[in-house]
DNA sequence: TTCTATT
C-alpha cells in the first residue's frame, strides 16, 4: 500500500517516460464517477512559478485537462494573504496527477514568469530534504549535466540544479537530489572533498542540503549582520502592533521588527497586572529563573528591559540555545506550540519579552547573578550623560560595537551588570559616525568584573565585543 | 558555496 510506504510513487514517477500532452476529454471520462472522492493513492501536487494574479479559477482550466480535480488551492500568506506564486493540486485520479506532471512539469512557462512551471509530488508526500545534497566548490563551469555524472553513480537523481546567478553565470554550487537518504549518503561519503575542481578555492564539498529552518537561520545571521543587531531603532513591538506573523515567524520577527518600520512602536510599558502574568508563566513550564526576575516586584518593566528584549530575539539565539541546551523553538514559545492560530495576547508578548530577557541571562556565569534584579528594581535613571568617571577599576573600555549603537544603547547593554554612571560612543566629527568604541561607567568594580566576565567576547552579528578595563587617564597615550 | 515557492 502506498500509504505505508510514501515514497515510492516519487520513484514511479520520476520513471514514467514523458508522454504527448493530453488535451482530449477522454481523460476525464476514466473517472467521471469519482465526485468528490478521490483516489486512495492520489497523489498531491505541487505547482510551482504561477504567476501570482492567477488565482484557483484560472489555473483550473490548464490542469482540468488531465483529469477532474479532487482539490487546488494557490497558497497564500497566512497573515497577509499574500498569494505566494505556488498551489496544490490534488486529481480524483492518480493517473491525472502523472499525466500532467509528465506533461507540464518544467515544460511551459505562464505568462511573466522567467521560469518554467513546476508540477510535482508536493513534499507532504515524501519528504525531499534528506535526500537533497548540497554541493559546493563546483568549477563555475561545470553544467547540470557536468554534476549528474559526477553523481550518478551513486543513485537515482531526480533533481540536479546548478545554481546560477541573475546573468546565468554558475555560483559554484549546485543541489542535488537523490531517491532515497542512503544514495544521497553514499555520495557524501565517496565525493565530499575527494577532488578539488579547477579554479576552486577549496576541495568539493558535498553535504546534505539546508533545511528551510537552518535557510532562515542563516539567513537572519546574515541580515543581522548587515545591520548591527542592537538597532537602536528598534523596541519592543507594542500589543497591537506585534503582529501574529511575527509571532508565528519568530526567529524571523526581529529582523522583520528592523525592517518593516510598520511593525516597530517607539516604546512601551507593563502595566503591573501584567507583570503578574508573566510570574505566573515563569512558575509554569519554564526552568526556574536563576535571577529571581520576576520576584523583583518592580511595578513595571523598566524601559531599559525593553530595550534589551528587542536585541535579545535577534541574534543571540546560538548564545542561548547553548546556555541551557534548549531547543530554539522552546525558548521562544515558553514551549506553547509554535504556530498560535490565535492573534498574540499581551501575556505573549510578555512571554516572549522574558524568554527575552531569560536567554540574555542565561548567559551570565553562576558568580555574576546579582546585577539583573538589581536594575529591575531600582531601575536606574539615565542621568548623568556627561562623562562621569567612575573610580579606578569601574570603567570599561569596549571595541567592536555594532555601528548604529550610540550612548544609549551602550547603556541598557550593561545595564544588567549594575549602576551605570555614564556611557559614551565615541562618534566620528566629520561623518558623525559611531566609532564603534565607547566608555561605560560604572559605581564600583564588581560590576565591571562581572561586565567584563560575561560581556568580552560577546558576539554581536559577525563581530566580538572587546570589554575590557579602561586605562588609567595617565598611560601612555590614550587608545 | 544554500535555491522560486511546500498548506
Redesign the pocket.
Known amino acids: 500500500r502506498l500509504s505505508s510506504s510514501p515514497c515510492r510513487f516519487h520513484l514511479s514517477l520520476a520513471h514514467i517516460p514523458v508522454p504527448k500532452p493530453m488535451n482530449g476529454p477522454e481523460t476525464v471520462s476514466m473517472h467521471t464517477d469519482c465526485g468528490a472522492m478521490k483516489d486512495q493513492d492520489a497523489i498531491?501536487l505541487?505547482?510551482?512559478?504561477?504567476p501570482r494574479n492567477l488565482e484557483e479559477k484560472d489555473l483550473k482550466p490548464l490542469f482540468e485537462q488531465f483529469g477532474k480535480i479532487h482539490e487546488l488551492?494557490v497558497?497564500k500568506d497566512?497573515y497577509t494573504g499574500m498569494h505566494?506564486?505556488?498551489a496544490?493540486l490534488t486529481y480524483c485520479a492518480r493517473d491525472s496527477a502523472i499525466k500532467a506532471q509528465n506533461a507540464l512539469h518544467e515544460q511551459k512557462t505562464l505568462p511573466g514568469m522567467t521560469?518554467p512551471?513546476?508540477v510535482?509530488p508536493?513534499?507532504?508526500?515524501c519528504r525531499?530534504e534528506d535526500r537533497?545534497l548540497?554541493v559546493?566548490?563546483l568549477n563555475k563551469q561545470q553544467t547540470e549535466e557536468d554534476v549528474y555524472r559526477l553523481f550518478e553513480p551513486y543513485g537515482a537523481i531526480d533533481e540536479c540544479?546548478v545554481?546560477r546567478g541573475p546573468d546565468g553565470n554558475s555560483?559554484?554550487?549546485a543541489?542535488v537530489k537523490f531517491s532515497t537518504h542512503s544514495e544521497a549518503q553514499s555520495a557524501i561519503s565517496s565525493l565530499h572533498g575527494s577532488q578539488t575542481m579547477p579554479g576552486?578555492?577549496?576541495s568539493l564539498?558535498v553535504?546534505f542540503?539546508?533545511t528551510?529552518k537552518?535557510?532562515t537561520i542563516?539567513?537572519m545571521q546574515q541580515m543581522a549582520g548587515q545591520f548591527g543587531i542592537f538597532n537602536p531603532s528598534v523596541a519592543l513591538p507594542t500589543f497591537s502592533s506585534y503582529s501574529s506573523y511575527a509571532h508565528q515567524q519568530q526567529q524571523q520577527a526581529a529582523v522583520m521588527a528592523v525592517s518593516q518600520g510598520g511593525y516597530l512602536a517607539p516604546s512601551l510599558s507593563f502595566p503591573s497586572a501584567q507583570i503578574h502574568q508573566v510570574g505566573a508563566l515563569a512558575m509554569n513550564g519554564l526552568p526556574p529563573n536563576p535571577l529571581n526576575l520576576v520576584s523583583g516586584q518592580s511595578p513595571a518593566l523598566p524601559s531599559s528591559l525593553t530595550s534589551l528584549v528587542a536585541p535579545m530575539m535577534n541574534g543571540y539565539t546560538g548564545l542561548a540555545h547553548q546556555a541551557n541546551g534548549h531547543p530554539l523553538e522552546t525558548l521562544y514559545t515558553n514551549g506553547l506550540p509554535p504556530y498560535s492560530t490565535q492573534s498574540p495576547t499581551a501575556a505573549d508578548t510578555l512571554q516572549q519579552a522574558f524568554t527575552g530577557v531569560q536567554q540574555y541571562t542565561a548567559i551570565y556565569p553562576a558568580t555574576t547573578l546579582t546585577p539583573l534584579g538589581q536594575s529591575l528594581s531600582q531601575h536606574p535613571q539615565v542621568i548623568g550623560q556627561q562623562q562621569r568617571e567612575g573610580p579606578e577599576g569601574c570603567n570599561l573600555f569596549i571595541y567592536h560595537l555594532p555601528q548604529e549603537f550610540g550612548d544609549n544603547e551602550l547603556m541598557q547593554m550593561f545595564l544588567p551588570f549594575g549602576n551605570v554612571i555614564s556611557s559614551k560612543v565615541f562618534m566620528d566629527r566629520a561623518t558623525n559616525q559611531s566609532k564603534c568604541f565607547g566608555f561605560v561607567s560604572f559605581d564600583n568594580p564588581g560590576s565591571a568584573q562581572a561586565a567584563i566576565q560575561a560581556m568580552n567576547g560577546f558576539q554581536i552579528g559577525m563581530k566580538r565585543l572587546k570589554v575590557q578595563l579602561k586605562r588609567p587617564k595617565d598611560a601612555s597615550r590614550p587608545y
Do not use: N, P, W, Y
Open positions: 498531491k505541487f505547482i510551482g512559478q504561477i488551492s497558497l497566512r505566494k506564486g505556488c496544490f521560469r512551471i513546476q510535482k508536493a513534499d507532504s508526500e525531499g537533497k548540497f559546493g566548490m540544479t545554481l555560483k559554484g554550487c543541489f576552486a578555492s577549496s564539498v553535504k542540503a539546508d528551510d537552518e535557510r542563516r539567513r
